[in-house]
């Protein structure tokens, strides 16, 4: 299937985007890393896409040009120099290049515009708050005036989260927003501003005696969340999404990590309780969770702690001869009481595939003897997976899996794979920019299921994107529960045209929502996947969130313009329920 | 200290109140089960509360009159008729006797008030509703007629929950609504109507390849929830309450094991999503529990179940030199990632003492033993707990908690303790019976802190109930987590004043406040503790909870009257917070 005789190589670009270029705002995470397409893989596109050689000779939309913008910025010069004055005259910013610096997230559709130099929904300036009394003060502005609001992180949103729909202003946290305000290592809380990167977090914790001593630090911590986006995503973006670490499986989301908040809204500041739990009404940490930026701006966040024992890790891989036994072994586990898995990823047949290929297994000695024992190319399930916690715990749990696997005759190929995964696991963004120079699009989208629905929504999607040629199309569950899993699925295409990804993009997601799939199990909604919101929530449900959005910002300046389907036409809305 | 010449018992009242008494409805559980104050601790209560034999020789209220009232039933001859369309005639029910029986909980008031005869906040009628259908129609109707509306489990609530301040009706679900909807095995998911009783639930669940044939059902399963209250408590005031089960620091608060809920409420029916997590905005779920009948009606509630394995329950004892080290060991299990204990329950000296001295070791050659080691009695700390779960994680789980324990100095004393205490717990309320015929009080506060606070309210609490003569008063932690536990506190006093009773009630509650504790765990807030709500989470928490009353029920209907403080005038507001 693979022929080794091929040398010619795309000259990927591997240099650092020019100054102020579109390109340095849409190339993922560092300035000057890059990860090209391996040569299997670049065999595999050719081969799927039809392409040959020739069409990796010439790229198309690169993006090097810089950003000249002439958007106006609508705000008065009297407004300006208000925000000046709350946050300092050189943290205000009007220049178009900061405008659409944090107008767009990591969406397909945000990197296909900059490529087309498609420039729409700008901010009018770009405020950088130095403090939560700047934010305060910001806010209370905003809302007598009624200017739109959105705040941005460090971009990461794939759901056009942060996208300042209706203008306004931006503010940018992570800038100065990123400070530890207190750490309780009785309590093994950290309190962080929002805007906090996540490696800074756990360069912090790691090395708590030393960075934290002013709180009188002992110990050494880990903050258990790390979600692909990890270098390049913030602490209040996890939160106000309800985002999802690699590792959720065992330290949980980050709605079971988080322990206490603060917003500032436009009808007064929320702190939160600071209770394990408590009996004492509606639970408003699980409210502001998930608010996506339209009840109020976050400000402090308090996380939950863990213990940094890396020395415990017990790392495991397993290959299951089709899906079906791999579905029911990770159920098996999930519902042992066992303890959890730290790392528990299933690829599918098809991801299991172009793993083994890209990593150079195909057609090796290792897999003819996969192959002769049954584990066969196409249909053979790869797991890999680590346990962590206390030392035997974490060996309980690994020898607990085990057991389950090969119940369900699974193979074990130790531990290594998941090594090789562990030291790449927040690379992959990286494929975009060479892929995007050639035309050809890696997106993903991901929901949440039951057990009872798992095969139904799994097998409706995948169906609905392998009906494209020229498409590869694969899944994987990576957050695991007793009651049931994320499913994530990753598309590769031949696909240019804005038009056409947007209605391939909208398929998946109406067939997500025939098949009764939750529409995102820790992406968001944002203003992307709103509309199809209602349809799954039930009208009821939007009118619990539209009360508390009319409570907390009556003028509704935070994030307009469709987040969360809170002020979207009804023209919009997509309905594919079908049961 | 205790002498064993005392021969002389009081004769306790154990036999089946008269029928229609107000005994046979502030009795606790059954009708004909009793627990009389064994021999220790009768003497013990005649030392602490300075009483005689002779002042156990004359019974007083002890409420064995027929409850005859005249209270007419406000409600029109067309509104009953109406009522009677719905539910059938046979389950529409003014009588006074009836009224009372739903009116009241099992708080001290609750009991003071119907051996004092005191009759007041009655329901003008009560609906026994056989089905959703039913619900749906009469939260439709009294929203239409403005007719206040209250549900009635089974009556446990010790925070005045479903006192129906405002007359109008009772629903009392657990007559008829106490049904399983469905039985997911592949989910590990149950759905059941809300008036379903524990015990039921529980062995539908152990016997389920019976009891849930028709759901195909194979293994065995268990719900994982025991509070006190497990045998006279409804699933629906565990969810809308917050309850916590005895073994929640393994299984979880209720909020933990619920999956998804419907209710009704007069703006419609809000059926919550069955994802196990998602990113599709605030959580639905957790703003309707906690709600305590005040947004809608709870129907239908789906547990998560729990593999039922009692072969794999792993018991231990330990004593602690005292109180420091125990919470210091307790905190460290919690902190240390090897899994949770299941049961997990610390006394403190008071309640250590109290209880030995109880199951009679006190003056004996164990306790002799504990003392020459240096456990002695007022300073010694019981811990008694279990693991449960899958067999090497429930092993692991206490031979870890053995590690810790020994580490901060107690001494091991086996499982035989909590083997003792697993048989008789759910026992001690049948005690409050004997000893109210006596004058004598038995009752109980809760809270939740952290561990940064947790030795500030467990001292400021003990001390102001300590200054009270003639009072026993302990605690004990029973429900743990990383960052704080539960506080229980125990009081047991010579006192027959309500309004005395009262008085020293709300002191406790105001030091619980005080020195910064959550005012519920896991009781709830109802309308007893709703005057110190507002100070504890905040006028713009309390604020949120109004707002989202206002959408759900614009006319004050559901559980009226000042319950979570949703309508509490401001002259019943209490504010202790000193900080």
């Known amino acids: 299937m693979f022929k080794k005789k091929d040398t010619f190589m795309p000259d990927w670009y591997h240099q650092e985007a020019p100054k102020d270029s579109y390109r340095s705002i849409l190339k993922w995470g560092s300035q000057t890393e890059y990860k090209a397409p391996s040569k299997e893989l670049y065999k595999l596109m050719k081969e799927v896409f039809e392409m040959t050689d020739d069409d990796f000779k010439v790229k198309q939309e690169m993006g090097l040009e810089p950003v000249e913008i002439d958007v106006p910025c609508k705000l008065s010069k009297e407004v300006l120099n208000k925000f000046a004055d709350i946050v300092g005259e050189e943290n205000v910013v009007t220049d178009g290049y900061n405008r659409l610096r944090v107008a767009y997230g990591k969406t397909m559709v945000d990197l296909m515009r900059l490529r087309k130099k498609i420039v729409e929904n700008l901010p009018d300036a770009v405020l950088y708050p130095r403090d939560r ?16 609001l959105y705040v941005y992180g460090r971009g990461s949103s794939v759901t056009r989260g942060t996208e300042p729909v209706c203008n306004g202003v931006t503010l940018d946290l992570s800038q100065h927003f990123n400070k530890v305000i207190d750490f309780d290592e009785r309590n093994h809380t950290i309190t962080v501003e929002a805007g906090m990167l996540g490696p800074a977090l756990e360069e912090i914790l790691n090395n708590a005696p030393t960075t934290l001593a002013r709180f009188g630090a002992k110990g050494v911590y880990t903050c258990g969340h790390f979600p692909q ?20 499986t065992y330290y949980g989301k980050i709605e079971d990590i988080v322990f206490s908040q603060e917003y500032v809204t436009p009808v007064g500041i929320i702190q939160t309780d600071m209770f394990p739990r408590c009996a004492t009404g509606p639970n408003v940490d699980q409210i502001m969770m998930g608010s996506e930026g339209a009840y109020g701006v976050l400000t402090h966040v308090t996380l939950k702690v863990f213990k940094y024992m890396p020395e415990n890790r017990k790392r495991f891989g397993f290959l299951f001869k089709n899906w079906e036994s791999a579905v029911e072994a990770a159920r098996e586990v999930m519902q042992s009481e066992c303890g959890y898995p730290s790392l528990f990823r299933f690829s599918d047949p098809g991801e ?4 083994l290929h890209l990593y150079g297994i195909a057609d090796t000695p290792i897999d ?27 060996k309980n749990v690994r020898s607990y899996v085990t057991k389950v696997c090969k119940k369900h005759g699974a193979m074990n190929i ?28 890696l997106d993903t989208l991901e929901c949440s299921v039951n057990w009872s629905n798992f095969m139904d929504v799994y097998n409706g999607v995948l169906e609905y994107c392998n009906n494209r040629e020229h498409t590869i ?19 590769e295409a031949k696909m240019n045209d804005l038009d056409e990804y947007l209605e391939y993009q909208r398929g998946i997601m109406d067939n997500i929502q025939k098949y009764g799939a939750a529409m995102s199990h820790h992406h968001g909604i944002g203003k992307m996947t709103a509309p199809w919101l209602e349809a799954q929530i039930g009208t009821e449900q939007l009118n619990i969130y539209k009360a508390l959005k009319k409570h907390f910002d009556p003028n509704n300046i935070m994030n307009p313009g469709g987040t969360l389907a809170l002020d979207l036409p009804d023209s919009e809305k997509r309905d594919f329920i079908n049961k």
Chains 1, 2 share one sequence.
Not at 133 to 148: G, L
């Open 133 to 148: 009394e700047d934010i305060i003060k910001i806010v209370a502005y905003c809302n007598e005036k009624k200017i739109p």
């Open 229 to 248: 986006s990890f270098e390049y995503s913030t602490v209040g973006g996890w939160v106000v999404t309800r985002g999802a670490g690699q590792q959720s």
């Open 352 to 355: 299991t595939s172009y793993g």
């Open 368 to 394: 003819k003897f996969f192959e002769m024992r049954g584990y066969k190319d196409g249909e053979r399930v790869l797991l890999l997976g680590f346990s962590d916690g206390e030392e035997k715990f974490a």
């Open 414 to 441: 130790t531990g290594y794979a998941s090594k090789l995964w562990e030291t790449g696991r927040f690379r992959d963004p990286y494929l975009r920019e060479d892929m995007g120079d050639y035309g050809l699009m």
């Open 473 to 491: 199309c694969f899944a994987h569950m990576s957050h695991l529960y007793e009651q049931g899993t994320n499913i994530y699925f990753i598309f």
